[in-house]
């Protein structure tokens, strides 16, 4: 029994280690000892902007505003704003930029991949441009995103989400989150090949890209997919960069769920994709990660000798209590700034336990709307 549970804890505590440091640092030597660099120039293309909205009234007009104003010459340029079904004042206002030349199209309520698939449809460009209604484009992004595909090989390239700064640790350590997140991106990129895309900003060749299933969660883990599948690569392009504002553990709670929601049906159905080593560590083994502290933390009890059962047991007590405790802790303190990064990675654990119930539920009822307030840099304090 105990050289059963030895075996169990060193087996998850391994598999801890790879997916969290061991993985992202042989991506990064693979980057640094053979770079795969992109032949980049500037180019002028015919690009159609695409941008799907539901009920985005708060944001529709910063947005169309971001957009006009790129440095990108507007003659090549195409924007449509496809409205799935809005209800509010988004319609209303996006066709007050008509002489500007925004076209604005309405579909009955059918989700984010019918307006994917409606915009496709009607896009004459030779670049998509796929974007989201609440993020700020800076002027450069479009005309840098293009620049990749003076590569032939390049299929796709996605931008650099840039999250704005938070008020609270609670807001800056979801942050933290994406800023790692980005990195391991840099670090694929230069290696080969990005496995999924930012999909409030990335542009894809028309003739990459396929339409999205009606059912599906994770579009910018499907667009990308069948590019990869027609033999482009799909690159990072960090200068090519969009502005969000910082959101709760809450609210990225919910939008994580939908993310990793969206990996299992992307697994279910397609496998591991042409790149199955990377898309396994990189991606699936996250949805394991739970499972896997979950071995660690039962096994732990019965380690022996009892020193080392203690010892285990007591770090795991330590971290989950920071975390569970973490909302009594003041921001500013010292030790806010272990506990805050603990309850986030506690919360990213949560969504990916709860994001296998889209094997049980429909998909559609793990979408939940993201509600964010301006950041620092924005209100000026």
């Known amino acids: 029994m105990r050289t059963l549970a030895w075996l169990a804890f060193l087996s998850a505590s391994s598999f801890f280690v790879y997916v969290l440091a061991l993985y992202p640092l042989l991506v990064y030597i693979a980057a640094r000892r053979s770079p795969r660099r992109v032949s980049?120039?500037?180019?002028?293309?015919?690009?159609?902007?695409?941008?799907?909205?539901?009920?985005?009234?708060?944001?529709?007009?910063?947005?169309?505003?971001?957009?006009?104003?790129?440095?990108?010459?507007?003659?090549?340029?195409?924007?449509?704003v496809i409205s799935d079904g809005s209800t509010d004042a988004t319609e209303s206002i996006a066709q007050q930029f008509s002489k500007s030349g925004v076209e604005v199209v309405r579909i009955p309520k059918g989700g984010k991949p019918l307006a994917i698939n409606k915009g496709m449809a009607l896009a004459e460009g030779e670049i998509l441009f796929f974007t989201d209604v609440r993020q700020k484009l800076h002027p450069d992004c479009l005309a840098r995103l293009v620049t990749n595909f003076a590569d032939p090989l390049v299929g796709a390239v996605c931008g650099e989400l840039v999250i704005l700064d938070g008020y609270t640790e609670e807001e800056q350590s979801v942050g933290l989150y994406w800023k790692i997140e980005k990195w391991i991106r840099r670090q694929l990129s230069a290696a080969g090949t990005l496995l999924v895309i930012t999909g409030c900003v990335y542009a894809v060749r028309r003739e990459a890209a396929e339409p999205v299933p009606l059912d599906v969660l994770g579009d910018d883990i499907f667009i990308p997919q069948a590019v990869l599948r027609k033999g482009y690569r799909v690159v990072f392009e960090e200068d090519a960069k969009a502005y969000d504002y910082p959101t709760s553990r809450d609210i990225e709670f919910h939008r994580k769920v939908r993310t990793l929601a969206g990996l299992y049906q992307f697994v279910r159905h397609h496998g591991l994709g042409p790149y199955p080593f990377h898309f396994f560590s990189y991606k699936v083994s996250r949805l394991l990660l739970p499972y896997a502290l979950l071995v660690i933390a039962v096994s732990s009890l019965f380690l022996n000798p009892p020193a080392a059962a203690v010892a285990a047991v007591t770090a795991q007590v330590l971290f989950y209590g920071l975390a569970a405790f973490d909302t009594a802790i003041p921001d500013g303190s010292i030790l806010k700034r272990i506990s805050s990064p603990a309850r986030t990675f506690c919360m990213l654990m949560a969504a990916s336990i709860r994001s296998v119930s889209v094997l049980f539920v429909p998909a559609a009822n793990l979408w939940k709307t993201t509600h964010v307030r301006a950041a620092k840099t924005e209100s000026g304090t």
């Open 40 to 80: 980049t120039r500037p180019e002028l293309k015919t690009v159609t902007v695409l941008l799907p909205v539901h009920n985005g009234e708060q944001w529709i007009r910063q947005k169309l505003e971001s957009i006009l104003a790129l440095n990108y010459p507007h003659h090549l340029m195409r924007v449509i």
